[in-house]
């Protein structure tokens, strides 16, 4: 098949081995993708990724860095056929999506960060079938590859366990703070306060449900809120993924505050204790979407609950991954660039 | 007054000034007070924790560690007179104890780190008269200062939101560890696992209701437990206070544990935030007694339902505060030592 895949740190555009379904496993033809910032993370640091889980534990640690593997977890694709023995649960023709993750052997490998199981930046994946879900056939293909990044949005939003008594702030307006406020606002919670530095992606938090979105270098996002009583934001999402966010935010929350730690970042993180146990905080580590968060990721998008059609930019072929991949951490590029793999 | 007091990291024994109490403020004076291992910390560290809360926003701010103050935090004592203006609701001739804290025009200080509060290493303290409670006339002084040291273990237990579900470790057995078990046994927790260097503090842990007690170097304090149904701990207290705890405890906990952070460390700690999310663990960081926690250990100390008998090594007088704390921080001191500041 034809792919974008990942080598030593580099893109390449050309043949991989087509991947043949085991008993459970769905073949499927991906129809879109979209490209995430842990594809770019993963490009440029993935060894170091791969070293520490093996270190202390992670889902990378099998995968070998000099090796091809094609990157890609944000997909939605038609079923062609299912391995030997399968359950065949959705017909083939049907769309499908799933959580990015394979069972094997009583392990879990992560779709598109593995040898074995290629992810959307190919024209064909594997699916486990227990895992998958089917996508409504009117949906809109780049739609339905949104499904993924909201769910993880939607998981973080509901680890955070929410009540009308708090009020929330998210720190950082990727796709991932998003999803976030997307799913704080589907649960009713009010205010919701967003920050980010791009007035961009303030106008996309604003569309996605928070009250006020404010740029930090302006305004403390920590501030009483004078429209909500003065009320000041007590359950803090932290979806930016650099390090010295947590430190910060401990320095910044209210006695009782809660965090809940959004964003992926690889480096060592420091932080003083005691100032955590001045103020009682609560700190939740918040890892990617279950299947549940991917059900209701669907559902509303499906019913227009939740409109991603904002976060959606160009549609590139194969032959765009490297440039899109290049230029998308900026905060002017759209919140997701999506792949079509049957296109060059 | 007599005192044994700090001044530039050194103990005196000497004079300081009466207090003289203020509306809503008692007159005590000091019965008994437990030297904790936070003195000894104060001592040597107390510049640099004072620096700290300057600049992350913590208790010992106002504190000028160039300028005597007297310490004492675990006190009981009999009031004396009030402040005029006082509501008076104990009676002089009875016995008190408190939450050390004072509240000071909107702000609290730290009875025992404050130049305005003396602690119970000397002959008089004053108290808030809303926030101390009556102990009872026929309870041991000793006993009753062991109330404070009591309810800071039975806050960390609680904070933890402990379930039937939860299989409890708890990690280091000085005071705070033995208040944790303690808590946890109050509530019905099991099983609870006790995990400490020293065999001595192991033989508390069971006395005060762990299940089982290891030494951490010769069976792993994580690993399943056969004689609970191979369960894991999920719930993991920090009492040890330890730089290099948190990041430890995050390698060995399982998915979904849960972490409460009691052991009072001022380095700066660090962690891999990717190791956590992987687990979506939970810290909860624990500060310290509030008064529902006070009441809670006194009444559970008066009834008998938590005897802290064993805590219990020598009184000493006000010259032997020093050497006292010189010698307590190894884990063959008893847990409390206590000082009579009535006696030279």
Sequence with gaps: MKAAYF????????????????????????????????????????????????????????????????????????????????????????????????????????????????????????????????VPGDLDDDHAAMVEPLAVGLEHARRGRPTKDDAALVLGCGAIGLGVIAGLKLMGIAPIIAADFHAG???????????????????????????????????????????????????????????????????????FVFAAQNKRLNVQFAGGEEPQDMATALRAIADGSIDVTPWLGARVGLSGVEKTLAEMSGPLAPVRTVVDPRVL
């Excluded at 079923?79 to 094997?104: E, L």
Aim: glycine fraction near 14%.
């Design 201 to 271: 992606r303030r106008e996309l938090a604003i569309k996605a449900g928070a009250h006020i979105a404010v740029d930090p270098r302006e305004i403390s996002p920590h501030a009483p809120l004078p429209d909500f009583g003065n009320r000041v934001p007590n359950l803090i999402y932290e979806c930016v993924g650099q390090k010295g966010m947590l430190q910060r935010i401990i320095e910044a929350a209210p006695f009782d505050g809660r965090i809940v730690m959004g964003g992926y970042c690889m480096d060592e993180e420091a932080l």
């Design 7 to 134: 080598e030593n740190g580099k893109v390449h555009i050309g043949e991989q081995p087509d991947p043949v379904p085991g008993k459970g496993q769905a073949l499927v033809r991906t129809h879109s993708c979209g490209l995430c910032a842990s594809d770019v993370h993963f490009l440029h640091a993935g060894q170091n990724i791969i070293d520490l889980s093996r270190r202390l534990g992670g889902p990378y640690a099998a995968l070998d860095f000099g090796r091809p593997f094609v990157p890609g977890h944000e997909f939605v694709g038609e079923v062609i056929d299912y391995g030997p023995g399968s359950r065949r649960a959705v017909a083939p023709g049907r769309k499908v999506t799933s959580v990015p993750i394979m069972r094997q052997d009583g392990a879990h490998a992560v779709i598109g960060y593995s040898h074995d199981c290629p992810g959307g930046f190919g024209e064909l994946m594997l699916l486990d079938e227990e895992i998958m879900i089917e």
